[in-house]
């Protein structure tokens, strides 16, 4: 084997292992500072019992309540909206296209601060609740949201699965549900991935609008508890991972199952 050949065989395996290397090694060093200290050692006990406050749990119960949210009235807004464009306007489609795009354009400290100034003094009571945020939310991952649905429908023959679906006699509700939904369950999946990953990270809106989440909680701690803040962003990035492979398994056994042929 010459020289070339074994060096064409080795630098793939290298680059990888160097990738690997740079990934992993930052995050185990910030579980063992977080893990450890200098009395005890090794311990979780001071992660245990932050998890067992109410000063942890209700940030980190909001972040999930607000992540739910997100994901459901977003895709409850796009999912439709997009559908009936692809049917009805397509030529509406750049537009929308473009439109979802401002999120990136517009800061979101000025987006929070424009709408505080105008709506507040309208709706105070639910610019105080938490929910309030959900709307934000819902804009900021709409880029997101939006690309997903609508590759999903593009690799669809719409209009064919909506006649088809017609001519069986379904009406447009059964037919929505029955047909264009399931087949679009890997662009749900890559896009509430994306969604669950961003809103559950956001913390700018979330410290002007004066709302506790988990991210907030993660700079509070920053400020006291370094080791804390450190242990629960281990614990977060951990959780990330698995939620990954989680929809991921997800989403493949319904592919598999789907795709399965049923024997007469």
Sequence with gaps: ???????????????????????????ASVGVFGFTNVRDGFTIEPVLALLASDT????????????LLTVLVGYALVIPSLVWMHLRAPRALPIAETASLLPYVIPAIALVGGVNLVLRPLAPGFFVSLFSLVPFYVLITLPFMFRTIDSGLRSLDLRTLMRAS?????????TFCAVVLPNLWPAILSGALLVIMMASGELVMAQLMLHRTFPTLLIELGQSQVRLAAALSFLSILGSWALIGLLLWIGRRRTTIDSTPFAL
């Design 166 to 174: 017609e001519s069986l006699g379904s009406g447009a509700i059964r």
């Design 1 to 27: 084997m010459t020289r070339g050949a074994t060096l064409q065989r080795t630098l793939p395996h290298a680059v990888l292992l160097t990738f690997l290397v740079c990934a992993l090694l930052p995050l």
């Design 56 to 67: 942890a749990v209700r940030p980190i119960l909001n972040t999930v309540v607000l992540t």
